[in-house]
Nanobody
Framework: QVQLVESGGGLVQTGGSLRLSCAASGRSFSYYNMAWFRQAPGKEREFAAAINYSGSRMYYADSVKGRFTISRDNAKNTVYLQMNSLNSEDTAVYYC??????????????WGQGTQVTVSS
């Protein structure tokens, strides 16, 4: 079992930045590939970024590529999502997930409760 707790969401203006954190507890964090998904109101949950267990491979959705950076610190049991150049389409609840590597939500067994990101113009 892995427990995941996201933090760092909030209200930011268009063009601004936020860094999300996801703290993990339970079984060894370094065994798991990690990802960030997001869900906007009235829309399905969508993949944003993934990172493999060692941090050597990252994968991004086209919608965030070049603006978001996923990273991890296995010593701190934490994965991060640095979000730059935010726009209104980035407004969503952001979820951290642990499991197999890839963009499909079915790859991930463990999920956090989510953190709200709101981008205002």
């Amino acid at each position: 079992q892995v427990q995941l707790v996201e933090s760092g969401g909030g209200l930011v203006q268009t063009g601004g930045s936020l860094r999300l954190s996801c703290a993990a507890s339970g079984r060894s964090f370094s065994y798991y590939n990690m990802a960030w998904f997001r869900q906007a109101p009235g829309k399905e949950r969508e993949f944003a970024a993934a990172i493999n267990y060692s941090g050597s491979r990252m994968y991004y959705a086209d919608s965030v590529k070049g603006r978001f950076t996923i990273s991890r610190d296995n010593a701190k049991n934490t994965v991060y999502l640095q979000m730059n150049s935010l726009n209104s389409e980035d407004t969503a609840v952001y979820y951290c997930a642990a499991g197999a590597y890839g963009p499909s939500h079915s790859n991930y067994n463990y999920w956090g409760q989510g953190t709200q990101v709101t981008v205002s113009s």
